[in-house]
């Protein structure tokens, strides 16, 4: 199966460091993407990771690991605008080229 | 360039009726994606559609059409309006195809009563 899996809810600090993980249980894949969708709004794209290991963006890195099955979004000095959702999404060819999302993960921003 | 534009915004229907909704792709981008979106649930993939054709579907049921035109404008079309069809609903461009960056318009809020 191609099951995705992320934290249904987080809270966070204004300032601090939250890390957002997805697991995912799929024998192969050709990226996964993080999209930030703020209530009410589209959905943006973040992030696209095809080989393992961080890619920095900012505040915001991505994280893949095709070993473990993981990967996570680490957002930094978080702000109150920080507060989303975050989707992570999972392109696999053998889905023909459907992208299988997951639930999303509803970050809150407290001062 | 201008974003990808959703017609309409939100709409009520009742429980029977048909509804269209329109999307408006990025000039040049020829993948039209659709998006049914639940609170609590993740996007589910309606269908896509690239140069006029369907190209992938999701699991929804024969009352949820779509088609595309030759200037990329897609529209979906949902028959026999039921209660859970309520929902927003997305559509996303990109320039070839779901393993690319998509672009998403605002959405259509439907509300079935």
């Known amino acids: 199966g191609q099951n995705i899996d992320q934290p249904t809810e987080m809270t966070a600090t204004e300032g601090a460091i939250v890390q957002i993980n997805c697991t995912y249980q799929t024998s192969g894949f050709n990226g996964l993407f993080w999209y930030q969708q703020h209530a009410g709004e589209a959905p943006t794209f973040l992030s696209y990771n095809v080989l393992d290991g961080l890619e920095e963006k900012g505040r915001f890195s991505s994280f893949l690991s095709r070993s473990k099955g993981y990967s996570y979004l680490l957002l930094k000095e978080l702000q109150m605008k920080d507060s989303a959702s975050y989707l992570c999404a999972l392109f696999h060819r053998d889905s023909n080229y459907q992208l299988i999302w997951g639930a999303g993960t509803k970050l809150i921003i407290k001062p | 360039k201008a974003g990808v534009t959703q017609t309409p915004r939100y709409l009520i229907k009742t429980r029977g009726q048909q509804v269209t909704l329109s999307c408006s792709p990025i000039?040049?981008?020829?993948?039209v994606s659709w998006y049914q979106q639940t609170p609590g649930q993740g996007l589910q993939f309606l269908f896509e559609y690239f140069s006029e054709t369907q190209r992938n579907k999701g699991n929804f049921p024969g009352r949820f059409s779509g088609r595309q035109f030759s200037n990329s404008r897609s529209e979906m079309n949902v028959s026999t309006l039921e209660l859970g069809d309520s929902a927003l609903y997305l559509c996303?461009?990109?320039?070839?195809?779901?393993?690319?960056?998509?672009?998403f318009g605002p959405g259509t809020r439907l509300l079935v009563l």
């Open positions: 996303a461009s990109s320039s070839s195809g779901t393993q690319e960056t998509q672009y």
């Open positions: 000039s040049g981008h020829r993948s």
